[in-house]
């Protein structure tokens, strides 16, 4: 099963169309998961064409995507439990809020956004997972997504980094 992760697409204002770097790897997903901060439905209604979308929301989201989406939720893909939360709040960090809100549960990937920063990381063997944006790279060098592939009890997770966001 291949899932595309992206998040922080802030859609319209950073970007009219999803970017050319992204939309063949749409196009041969099986799922979709989106981190927050999409901004309006219209990016949820571009991306579920290309297949099934999970989702959560983030601070700018407008209130469609609130009725649609809830804060955190837990997917069980295969063998492979993820958590799935945007991050943003106050006090600590983005990556420390996205794990106290799942302390609680035994995830095997917890995928979150808001800062914009992709990472990548290990922490007592849970993998932290932000797939940084592919609108709005903020000081980042490049746009980026995730790519997801789950086979049974085992998965690869990546960055896929581009230059444009045409």
């Known amino acids: 099963m291949k899932i595309v992760i992206v998040s922080d697409t802030h859609m319209p204002r950073m ?8 939309t063949p790897h749409l196009s041969n997903a099986d799922a979709i998961i989106h981190a927050g901060d999409w901004q309006d439905k219209s990016v949820y209604e571009k991306l579920v064409q290309y297949a099934p979308v999970y989702g959560v929301t983030g601070n700018v989201d407008e209130e469609w995507l609130h ?3 809830t804060k955190k939720i837990l997917l069980k893909i295969d063998n492979v439990r993820i958590g799935v939360t945007h991050g943003d709040g106050k006090g600590k960090t983005t990556e420390q809020r996205a794990m106290d809100l799942f302390s609680q549960e035994a995830i095997d990937i917890l995928i979150f956004g808001h800062s914009h920063i992709p990472l990548k990381k290990d922490k007592d063997g849970m993998i932290l997972f932000n797939p940084g944006s592919p609108t709005d790279k903020r000081r980042q060098q490049q746009y980026s997504f ?9 998965y690869t997770i990546s960055h896929l980094f581009f230059d444009s966001k045409k």
Do not use: C, H, T, V
Not at 15 to 22: G, R, S
Not at 146 to 154: A, T, V
């Open 67 to 69: 009725r649609r989406f």
């Open 146 to 154: 995730g790519l997801l592939e789950i086979n049974d009890k085992s």
């Open 15 to 22: 970007a009219k169309q999803l970017p050319m770097a992204l």
